[in-house]
Each structure stands twice: as C-alpha cells, then as structure tokens.
C-alpha cells in the first residue's frame, strides 16, 4: 500500500508569514497533485508536479516535486485568511489517487 | 450542470438502516470515483467507474458496500446494513478521461451520519 505522510498537520499563522508544508512516501509516483479543500466543498486541483525535481508557481505558492518523485513541499508565501483550508496531497497511482491526510492550515487576520 | 453534483448533502439514519447516495457527474466524464473522508483521516478511496463498469472495486470496506453506474452517468453508492463507523463524508469525482494524471473534479460530498 503507498502511503502518503503529510506535515504538520495543522498549523496556524499570522497574515504575512511564510510556510511550507510538506508530502513524503517511500513510494515512487509518476505525479503528485495538490488540493485545498474548504468546509462544506470537496477538494479543489491546485497542481500536478510529474517530472522529478519540477517547481510550478501559482501566484503566491510554489511546489516542488523531491528528484526521486517520493515527496513534495508546498510553500506559501505571505500568507492571506483567504488561503485557510485544507491541503491533500495526492499521489497518482493506475487510474487512482493515493491521498495523505492534510494539513489544516489557519490564517488569522 | 457545471460541476459534480451530489444528493442529498447530509443524511442521518439509524444503525442498521439502508442509505443510498447519488452522484451526478460532469456531463462527458468518462471516469467516476467515490471516496470517504473520515474526521482526521484523507480521502480513502472506495470505487471507480469506467463508464459503467467497475475495474477496481478494492477500496469498498465490506461487502455491505456497493455501487453502481447506468448509462455512463449518474451513480448511486448504497450502503446495507449501516454501522457507526460508516459516518463520513462520501465524495465524488469524476474526469474527463481514465488516466492517472487527469484533473478529478470532486462534488461537495454527503455527509452521512449514523446513530
């Protein structure tokens, strides 16, 4: 079974800061997506990394695939109250995703 | 619609009571996958459909488990039997085609609780 470790598993900031969170397996995947998930919703594609050593930007977040594809970071940069929610990382697997737990993550104002 | 659509979107039922839970998905979506999200747990995987077959059924818990999908379409996801530890949300996915790497768009899920 692949598993995916997910860390911290909640964090709560001021507005401003910085953070990372990171997804780790001893498993290979061939792609790693991230989600944020809100209460009440289901999980929203944020990124697919799939080459090893791959960092993709989206406005404030930056993710970075591990060389060897078995872990992933997720780095927000000064955080806003409208990034709160829940981060998954998922690692695909043969028509499967392969989800770690979260990290619950709360920006305060 | 626009999006994956899923009924009803809370349920409480009684311990031994059936529960049958629907998802509508994105019209045109080859792919449909059911999980559960349990309170600190990740999505655990549960099915999915490749039109209206089922080629990976290994994430369903327990044979009280079971789902199906008619004409490439909607599913229903029934659990017989219900036990405490069923509550949780259910979600569902679907996506345009069945490969690893493609988006999975997700509805918001029924939250189903059993007392």
């Known amino acids: 079974t692949q598993l995916l470790e997910q860390s911290p598993q909640f964090l709560s900031i001021q507005e401003g800061e910085n953070l990372t969170v990171y997804c780790n397996s001893s498993?290979?995947?061939?792609?790693l997506q991230w989600y944020r998930q809100e209460p009440g919703e289901g999980p929203v594609l944020l990124v697919t990394?799939?080459?090893?050593?791959e960092v993709k930007k989206l406005k404030r977040l930056t993710f970075q695939f591990g060389d060897a594809r078995k872990d992933s970071s997720l780095h927000i940069t000064a955080a806003q109250p409208g990034d709160t929610g829940l981060y998954l990382c998922?690692?695909?697997?043969?028509?499967?995703?392969?989800f770690g737990k979260g990290t619950m993550l709360l920006v305060s104002p | 619609g626009a999006g994956v659509s899923q009924s009803p979107s809370n349920k409480v039922t009684e311990k031994g009571k059936d529960v049958e839970l629907r998802c509508d998905p994105i019209s045109g979506h080859t792919a449909l996958y059911w999980y559960r999200q349990s309170l600190g747990q990740g999505l655990e995987f549960l099915i999915y459909?490749?039109?209206?077959?089922?080629?990976?059924k290994s994430g369903l818990p327990s044979d009280r488990f079971s789902a199906e999908r008619t004409g490439g379409s909607v599913s229903t996801l029934t659990i017989q039997r219900t036990q405490q530890e069923d509550s949780a949300v259910y979600l569902c996915a679907s996506s345009r085609l069945e490969l690893e790497a493609d988006t999975q768009y997700f509805g918001p899920g029924t939250r189903l609780t059993v007392l």
């Open positions: 459909f490749q039109g209206n077959s089922a080629p990976d």
């Open positions: 990394v799939v080459t090893g050593g």
């Open positions: 998922a690692g695909a697997g043969y028509s499967t995703l392969t």
């Open positions: 498993s290979v995947f061939s792609s």
